[in-house]
């Protein structure tokens, strides 16, 4: 069956008295139909974009959960094949800066000095992040300056926007540096 005969199926005129129930397994099953006509292809796509055959084959598979998540959505979509296709792409880029992210860890470890001062100081800001900062702050923080994500990233992963993320890692910075003022004065008056 084809892109637009799947999108017919789903969108088609049901009667009054159908149920919901009957609705989802309509589109359960043009999901399912889509799939079984696009996953050669669609798996092809994925393949090449991410240049290895084991985890395009995990994409798709994600694809396809994708979409039968999102299947509320066919009967709006005019071309069924080219939003499958979306589906699996907005996969496949993912996948590929998780793999780009994971590069750049790897080499800033290697990159890691040695000297027992910085393994000190690492330790030292580990302990005023955790006992100054909430955990969700601490993630940003650490993810943002340790890991070298940007606000957008930052945005990506936590879902509120780079202004916000922005907002909340000056309130941070400011309450570590209140912090370490604090402790430092206390220190001197000793």
């Excluded at 999108?7 to 397994?25: C, I, T």
């Amino acid at each position: 069956m084809d892109g637009e005969n799947i999108a017919r199926r789903a969108s088609g005129v049901r009667p009054e008295a159908a149920k919901p129930r009957d609705d989802d397994q309509a589109l359960r099953k043009a999901i399912e139909e889509l799939f079984a006509t696009c996953q050669l292809r669609v798996g092809r796509y994925l393949a090449q974009m991410v240049d290895d055959r084991a985890l395009a084959e995990d994409l798709l598979q994600d694809s396809f959960h994708d979409a039968l998540r999102s299947r509320a959505q066919l009967p709006e979509v005019r071309n069924p094949e080219a939003w499958l296709y979306g589906i699996a792409r907005n996969r496949a880029l993912q996948a590929l800066r998780r793999r780009r992210r994971f590069a750049r860890m790897l080499y800033r470890l290697g990159e890691r000095p040695t000297s027992t001062v910085y393994d000190e100081e690492i330790v030292a800001l580990r302990d005023l992040l955790a006992r100054h900062l909430s955990p969700e702050d601490r993630a940003l923080v650490l993810l943002r300056y340790l890991h070298d994500f940007d606000s957008r990233d930052l945005a990506e992963m936590t879902g509120l926007t780079s202004e916000a993320i922005r907002q909340r890692l000056s309130r941070a910075r400011a309450r570590l540096v209140a912090a370490e003022l604090h402790e430092n004065n206390t220190k001197e008056q000793r």
